[in-house]
């Protein structure tokens, strides 16, 4: 859902519908309309032809920033599950109820509170720009017009998928967003999944724990250290990435240029994953324990989030880079600008992916979803088959696979001009 209103929420807004630049020119009286004339309006001279234009500074909002805020947000709400959700049980068990019954509770109580921020979203996110035409009736009705039809046929939900997905193998700023949530929701799960079942796998081979069984209560009763100490590496991982979150949604409208700070994150993520795999224990003292393992959890906490935040940055670039379509009515309305030289008489054929908002969103989650479950698969039987480290050195894969993209994207871009 954010990835699909982040582009209307970076969306330059005008007074007029369209959200076209204001017009300078007089308004009409009440007789005849201004007509202005293209060949008459600028008198070409020597002075003129050498001045340069003084650039604007741009203002719209920047995706990547906000999508640094949106990360911060999203870090919070990983520590409010983890300080409060998650031992929601425990505490209304202390009221004499039953494990089954506080666990319902627990779960009618987070499902009511979901239903309060849903109802919020219904209605502060009403009338976003450039949803016009958009609803219930268009999705079952055939959807929106499309914009690159002569004849404004509807375009169907198949075919906006599709193009959505074509447009992340002909657009390298677009595919490499849907790559970047790919590898960013895999390393999600590969904190949260992976790193308790690699402590609790050391726990057991080492003797300090019995087997606990398919109940995982019996992980917090029965293996109390192992639940601890993985707790306090997620934590820590979670808490990293919730800081580090505004720091990349900065450095990335800073630095657009060849990717750098995805490409960091992607670096550190593969120093990050390797560096866990290769190391004797996840304790931070005691047999083999090194304190190693605190500075390999910052920079998975700081991969994770750098390639949320970019990668959602990379979606809303996408939508401010695309030109849109222009008309007639746009060439006179900016007649009397001193760059009209530089106006296409005819206008341009491009039009605008607005209505592949929602689309581009649902491919950018599919491509996360894919990692999941990838990861949650191939991992997992790679846990119990191979190692139990292997999964982390799956995620270094995909690191990988991130910074060469990243790389190959930045140099295209720059061929490109």
């Not at 640094?68 to 990983?78: D, K, N, S």
Request: charged share 15%.
């Amino acid at each position: 859902m954010v990835t699909a209103i982040l582009p209307s929420m970076i969306s330059p807004r005008e007074n007029n519908v369209e959200g076209e630049a204001p017009s300078r020119l007089p308004p009409p009286s009440d007789s005849h309309r201004i007509s202005p004339s293209i060949s008459s309006q600028i008198t070409i001279t020597p002075r003129r032809l050498q001045q340069k234009p003084t650039p604007e500074k741009p203002t719209t909002p920047s995706p990547t920033r906000l999508a640094g805020i949106v990360g911060l947000f999203t870090g919070c709400g990983a520590l409010l599950a983890l300080g409060l959700f998650l031992r929601l049980p425990a505490l209304i068990q202390r009221d004499g109820i039953e494990a089954g019954s506080a666990l319902a509770d627990s779960y009618y109580i987070v499902g009511a509170l979901s239903l309060v921020i849903a109802l919020f979203c219904f209605v502060g996110l009403r009338n976003l720009q450039g949803e016009a035409g958009k609803g219930w009736r268009a999705l079952v009705f055939g959807g929106v017009k499309d914009p690159s039809s002569r004849t404004h046929q509807s375009l169907s939900s198949a075919k906006s998928l599709f193009e959505a997905i074509a447009l992340g193998f002909r657009n390298p700023l677009l595919g490499l967003g849907y790559l970047g949530g790919f590898v960013a929701r895999a390393s999600s799960v590969g904190i949260s999944l992976f790193i308790p079942l690699f402590v609790n796998a050391y726990y057991i081979s080492s003797g300090r724990c019995k087997e606990i069984g398919r109940n995982p209560q019996n992980i917090k009763d029965h293996c109390g250290d192992a639940y601890v100490l993985a707790a306090e590496l997620t934590g820590i991982s979670q808490l990293v990435a919730l800081l580090f979150a505004p720091v990349f949604g900065f450095l990335a409208g800073k630095y657009p240029r060849f990717n750098v700070p995805l490409l960091t994150a992607a670096l550190v993520g593969i120093l990050g994953y390797i560096g866990l795999a290769n190391l004797d224990s996840p304790r931070s003292s005691g047999e083999r324990g090194s304190p190693w393992i605190f500075v390999v959890m910052v920079l998975l906490g700081i991969s994770q989030i750098g390639a949320i935040v970019c990668s959602l940055g990379k979606i809303g670039n996408f939508f401010l880079q695309e030109p849109s379509s222009r008309s007639l009515d746009d060439l006179h309305e900016h007649c009397a600008e001193d760059t009209i030289e530089a106006t296409p008489l005819l206008g341009t054929r491009e039009h605008s992916r607005d209505h592949l908002k929602g689309s581009i969103a649902g491919v950018y989650s599919l491509a996360g979803g894919a990692g999941i479950l990838i990861l949650t698969k191939v991992g997992g039987v790679m846990f119990d088959k191979v190692s139990p480290v292997a999964p982390f050195y799956m995620l270094a894969v995909f690191n990988g696979l991130l910074l060469v993209a990243g790389i190959a994207a930045g140099v295209l871009t720059a061929w490109g001009g």
